[in-house]
């Protein structure tokens, strides 16, 4: 009989505020699969437009998933992974972010732990 798998979609991490300093968003547990990440949504709680970057590794361009987005300070929901399938992470990779304000971009993550 087969290994039953679980890939029930969740929260990755509870909402957060991204600093305006390069920080630890989110660690695809080791000892697994991997993750998918498949949905990244941030809303802009200030007034002014804020930007964001957020990488798949180290903070650097290279890894960029988003470099410098400039998000409005609408109050509305925007999807980072609009038209995108997936963001596919192996075990104990990381996710980092880095708002250009403090206090003013909150971030959301969604998918699948693969076990």
Not at 59 to 69: I, K, P, R, V, Y
Not at 72 to 77: N, V
Not at 81 to 102: F, H, P
Request: overall charge negative; hydrophobic content about 40%.
């Amino acid at each position: 009989m087969a290994t039953p798998t679980d890939y029930e979609p969740k929260q990755l991490w509870a909402p957060l505020q991204v600093p305006a300093a390069d920080t630890l968003i989110y660690t695809s547990p080791g000892g697994q699969k991997g993750t998918r990440i498949q949905g990244l949504i941030i809303v802009n709680t200030s007034s002014a437009p804020v930007t964001i970057r957020i990488t798949h590794g180290a903070m650097g361009e290279a890894q960029a998933l988003c470099w410098d987005f400039s998000v409005p300070g609408d109050g509305l929901p925007h999807d980072l992974m609009d038209g995108a399938k997936t963001i596919l992470m192996d075990a104990s990779d990381v996710l980092r972010a880095e708002a250009a304000a403090a206090a003013s971009l909150t971030l959301h993550g969604y998918g699948l732990e693969m076990n």
